[in-house]
């Protein structure tokens, strides 16, 4: 599963400009739930009265309330956090378990407001960080990224027309758009950028045309959508690499085609920095000759594009 974490000055700008996405899936809830929202009402109150003290969790709350199992407080609390009453906070044992403490919003979040913006400035506002952070992008990247319909994206693109400019790149589907006045910059003829697992640059754009050929796409993403770590020449991804520790300590990479001596050691100066990083000493930089397809071998994980051992995606 990928997560988004947004800064807390865009936590404001996100919750309004996706409300509209969200509401109908609450109302559908409520009726699967067989709760009015009268009742949700009174049933929020008293966990948010509960919570005065410190979190608890879903299980403690429930027993705080004594609330039967016939009413469903993992949705209740779910969809508080959803409207901004509270925070889900840290497992209160082991980072891997599921279970987490609840926080009432103003405890840990008081200075947002989620009713601050509103939703077509908010949307607004959005797609520009978009384009901001990703740009050039198309409309479908836009809509993809945001979940907001393709209409939707469009006007708000119209609305930012003083903020951005349409733009033409050849070999990219288009039309595309990027912030006015921007001066992209050019990387050197030999530089090569080594990044790592689920990287924005690899995951935040529906058509990945732009920087990978379609037919090494499966080399690349798992059965799950989730991306290897990428070696990256002048914005193509050219190759991918993991950190291995069998038989012993090492970076492993793969071409996927034959590459210069100049971008060869390019990118063995990249893995080697990130090595020493990664096991806090100077460890081998390993070329691997071939690789299998990531779905190849009923599906094989992202994390581990060049273990001879199977993980399962």
């Not at 974490?5 to 936590?11: K, R």
């Not at 109908?24 to 966990?47: E, I, K, T």
Request: proline share 5%; aromatic share 8%.
């Amino acid at each position: 599963m990928t997560m988004f974490i947004f800064p807390g000055d865009l936590i404001e700008v996100a919750a309004a400009a996706t409300r509209h996405l969200a509401e109908p899936l609450a109302a559908r809830w409520l009726r699967d739930s067989n709760l009015s929202q009268r009742r949700f009402d009174q049933l929020a109150a008293a966990v948010h009265k509960a919570l005065a003290e410190g979190p608890l969790t879903v299980r403690a709350l429930r027993d705080a309330l004594d609330l039967p199992v016939s009413i469903d407080l993992s949705g209740i609390v779910g969809r508080m956090c959803d409207v901004g009453q509270l925070v889900g906070g840290a497992p209160p044992r082991s980072w891997r378990s599921s279970v987490r403490e609840y926080h009432r919003w103003e405890d840990v979040l008081g200075g947002v407001d989620l009713d601050r913006w509103g939703e077509e400035a908010a949307i607004q506002e959005l797609v520009f960080q978009y384009i901001s952070g990703y740009g050039p992008v198309t409309v479908a990247d836009i809509s993809w990224w945001t979940g907001f319909t393709k209409a939707r994206s469009h006007a708000a693109l119209a609305a930012l027309c003083d903020r951005i400019e349409e733009v033409a790149v050849e070999g990219w589907p288009g039309p595309l758009f990027r912030l006015s006045g921007s001066d992209p910059s050019h990387e050197r003829e030999g530089s090569v950028t080594a990044l790592p697992l689920l990287d924005p640059y690899v995951q935040g754009y529906r058509d990945r045309i732009r920087f990978l050929d379609p037919e090494l796409h499966d080399f690349v993403y798992d059965g799950g959508g989730n991306s290897a770590a990428t070696l990256v020449h002048r914005g193509r991804i050219i190759g991918v690499w993991q950190f291995s520790d069998d038989p012993v300590d090492s970076v492993r990479y793969h071409f996927f085609k034959a590459v210069t001596a100049g971008i060869r050691q390019a990118a063995e100066s990249e893995l080697a920095a990130a090595g020493a990083l990664h096991f806090d000493r100077h460890i081998d930089v390993v070329e691997v000759a071939t690789m299998r397809p990531l779905r190849a071998d009923g599906g094989r994980s992202a994390s581990h594009p060049l273990d001879a051992r199977l993980h399962r995606a």
